[in-house]
């Protein structure tokens, strides 16, 4: 039987991280949380599980969060999960038998749920629900060194195969948090734009923010999800719009 390494990324993370740890170690062979806050709740949190460890590393961005942490998994396939996402039994199982039985391909994909705000929505730019992310893969063959510096995943992978059950994302539980995200995602988003050379001009400036709204509430599906929706559609228009004005700083800055 194949051993796993599964890592979650933390920052001072408290309200599913205990969830999360005990759903994790009964797949697992070994947990790490790269924790980037100084409370020291994930210390307490790890102690009352033999396989998890915490280390600390400053984030930077989440790209080389998570390349740092593939690096320190001892074993050569790994599972990743972030302190608000939720696995299911089902999921579980699925990996619990894979591990029985082999792990054929790199990477393999999981139906997420998102829950933005207290509410399962339709869609959270830049992506719909349920998404389809990969969440487990094989590090000897698959990093995430050539990923965006935000909404990053791992690339590489000759092979892909699909894991039963499901992911429960619960993010932005407040509007508070959903600023804050908003604040510190369009940060990377903008080095992202500089670093694909992507056109930054006042026409995607004026246009792309309400090409965004459009696109995100009404033909990936928020308007289904009422005012909650109406709040994530706006969040799809700040985000494009802050992304393309922080970029802009950056070239007239030179940075």
Same mark, same amino acid.
């Given at each position: 039987?194949?051993? +796993? ?6 920052? /001072?993370?408290?309200? $599913?991280?205990?969830?999360?740890? %005990?759903? +994790?170690?009964? =797949?697992? /062979? ?23 460890? #915490? ?15 593939? *690096? ?9 999960? /972030? &302190? ?20 054929? $391909?790199?990477? !393999? ?17 830049? =992506?719909?629900?349920? *998404? ?14 050539? &990923?965006?510096?935000? $909404?990053?995943?791992?690339?590489? !992978? ?31 988003? &903008? $080095? *992202? ?6 056109? #930054? %001009? ?7 923010? #309400? ?11 928020? !308007? ?32």
């Amino acid at each position: 039987m194949e051993q +796993l390494s599964a890592f979650i990324l933390s920052k /001072d993370s408290e309200t $599913h991280l205990p969830e999360i740890l %005990n759903a +994790l170690s009964t =797949v697992s /062979d070994e947990i790490l949380i790269i924790e980037s806050g100084i409370t020291g709740k994930s210390e307490s949190f790890a102690g009352n599980f033999e396989k998890a460890r #915490v280390i600390y590393k400053e984030f930077g961005n989440f790209r080389d969060q998570r390349t740092f942490a593939t *690096d320190c998994c001892m074993h050569d396939m790994v599972l990743f999960v /972030d &302190s608000d996402e939720i696995p299911d039994d089902n999921f579980l199982k699925s990996i619990h038998e894979l591990k029985q039985s082999s792990f054929e $391909h790199d990477a !393999y994909t999981v139906s997420r749920k998102w829950n933005v705000l207290g509410k399962n929505v339709h869609c959270m730019y830049p =992506v719909t629900s349920p *998404d389809n992310p990969v969440k487990l893969f094989r590090k000897s063959r698959v990093s995430f060194s050539s &990923s965006n510096l935000v $909404h990053e995943s791992p690339k590489g !992978y000759r092979s892909v195969g699909r894991l039963g059950g499901s992911i429960n994302h619960i993010t932005m539980r407040t509007k508070e948090e959903l600023k804050s995200k908003l604040e510190s995602y369009t940060n990377f988003a &903008s $080095h *992202d734009l500089i670093l694909k050379r992507k056109k #930054v %001009n006042r026409f995607n400036m004026l246009f792309s923010p #309400v090409g965004a709204f459009f696109k995100w509430y009404f033909f990936r599906g928020g !308007y289904k999800d009422g005012y909650i929706g109406l709040i994530l559609g706006g969040y799809s228009y700040q985000y494009t719009l802050r992304k393309y004005l922080k970029a802009n700083k950056l070239l007239i800055n030179g940075s």
